[in-house]
């Protein structure tokens, strides 16, 4: 066996070293383009299981408008399997939507910039009796160097948010008119009217003709213990009704009605107002009390001895 001399092995032993960290070098560069393949395989699977999966049509359309991808979801809307799409073009397969739709693509090829939220009215090859509200976005696809090589195309069925989002501003334009209407009626009625909005009836609305005939200021709440001591009580005979005995309150608390009710109202400077009033609960459109309303009219009086005894109690 040849025998190597120690001069040789000390001109090798650099050499050595050198091959090693060179195939370390060599053996890292491959586990990481084994890790980069892993990476990227499931990279691929994700978006493979995302285009599949995700709630919205997605297409791919290269630069002559052909079909390169297409997920089941936006097959299904126009009428044909998958596989029936690729390398057609959207006039072959959806040939009633395709120039408008084309308009759009071509703008987007041009300019680079995507249209974002685009909404539309159309049936489709699938439901051709059925218009339906879509809600589209395109967007340029373009390669690492820059270079465009189609668009991707996101459709979204909104019919149904349409339908409710309409429906919704029917209902507020009722609400206003009707709370138009009720404003207006309040303000010509000659009758004294009061509107409260809850069952507590925090929030009474008074009407022109009872701020008058209650002496109240304009928007005052009409209540005799609201902020400002005004003074005035109610009596009903010659009993003081404590508040939550107004006909009004009783309505909104109970939803019983009140009609016909006689009630005296006496002022700071003895002056009686007898008035006869009705009361009547408000219901919501499932039937539950949500307020009241009241009206009352300015009543004949009583004979003044007679008012006077019953209301400072005198038998």
Not at 145 to 164: D, S
Not at 285 to 293: H, N, Y
């Amino acid at each position: 066996m040849p025998v190597v001399s120690a001069e040789l092995l000390l001109m090798l032993m650099p050499l050595a070293a050198v091959i090693a960290i060179l195939l370390g070098w060599q053996q890292q560069r491959l586990a990481d383009a084994r890790s980069d393949s892993l990476d990227t395989h499931r990279a691929v699977l994700t978006l493979e299981a995302a285009f599949a999966h995700v709630p919205v049509g997605l297409a791919v359309l290269d630069l002559d408008l052909r079909f390169v991808r297409i997920n089941r979801l936006l097959a299904d809307i126009n009428g044909l399997p998958v596989e029936d799409h690729i390398g057609k073009s959207i006039h072959d397969v959806i040939p009633e939507l395709a120039p408008a739709a084309e308009l759009r693509i071509r703008q987007v090829m041009t300019t680079g910039a995507p249209i974002l939220g685009s909404v539309f009215e159309s049936a489709t090859p699938a439901r051709p009796h059925a218009r339906r509200v879509w809600r589209e976005s395109i967007h340029p696809l373009i390669d690492r160097n820059g270079a465009l090589l189609g668009v991707t195309v996101v459709i979204e069925e909104i019919t149904e948010q349409q339908r409710l989002a309409s429906a919704l501003q029917d209902s507020q334009r009722r609400e206003q008119r009707r709370t138009s209407e009720l404003e207006g009626l309040m303000q010509a009625a000659p009758a004294a009217l009061f509107l409260a909005s809850d069952r507590e009836c925090r929030r009474i609305k008074a009407n022109p003709a009872a701020e008058r005939l209650l002496r109240l200021r304009r928007g005052e709440n009409p209540t005799p213990d609201a902020p400002g001591n005004r003074a005035f009580a109610v009596y009903a005979g010659g009993t003081l009704l404590p508040l939550d005995q107004f006909p009004l309150q009783r309505a909104a608390a109970t939803g019983e009605e009140v009609r016909g009710e006689t009630l005296t109202v006496r002022f700071a400077d003895d002056e009686r107002l007898h008035v006869v009033i009705n009361a009547l609960p408000l219901r919501d459109e499932a039937g539950e009390v949500v307020g009241a309303v009241a009206g009352f009219i300015e009543a004949p009086s009583a004979r003044p001895a007679e008012m006077t005894d019953k209301v400072c109690g005198v038998r």
